[in-house]
């Protein structure tokens, strides 16, 4: 063969053993590690993910606090316990109250806390409000502790 013509070879540091890929073995530690990082890494996240949940429940209370507020002084009074929250997105079917009402007083409608429970609303004065508004916290229970415990304008027990 002379010089001139071309003659196919391996692209340089290719060799026949790297063709064939990863053995069992390197595959298992691999995963091995990945699992040794996420058993260190995973709790700390999952933790902050629950710590925003919290913010965003007591963020959420203040907010449909303002939309009572405003509710109130359109109509001269907080919902009725029977009423609920829904009185800040539905208008009420006493006529009286339908005249003064001005809502909707919450432009996505009535939100859950950030469990996907809802709201929990009495007209009771907690002592320093004149309502309880609260959520149940992760737990979707009355009480508990930690990020199970009540997040809001709790009643007086």
Known sequence: MNATQF?????????????????????IVVLVIIGLIMGLVGPRLFNQAD??????????????????ETMRLDTGRYPTQEEGLTLLVE???????????????LEDGLPDDPWGNPYQYSPKSTGTHA???????????????????????????
Request: aromatic share 8%; proline share 6%.
């Open 91 to 105: 208008q009420p079917t006493d006529a009286k109250l339908a005249q003064r009402w001005k809502g909707p007083y």
């Open 7 to 27: 003659r196919p070879s391996r692209p340089l540091g290719l060799h026949r053993a790297s063709a064939q890929g990863f053995t069992l073995l390197e595959m």
């Open 131 to 157: 309502f309880a508004l609260f959520s149940f916290g992760a737990d979707g229970k009355n009480g508990g502790d930690g990020y199970d415990s009540d997040v809001g304008m709790l009643p007086q027990q």
């Open 51 to 68: 710590k925003a949940k919290v913010q965003t429940a007591e963020t959420q209370v203040k907010m449909l606090k303002g939309a009572l």
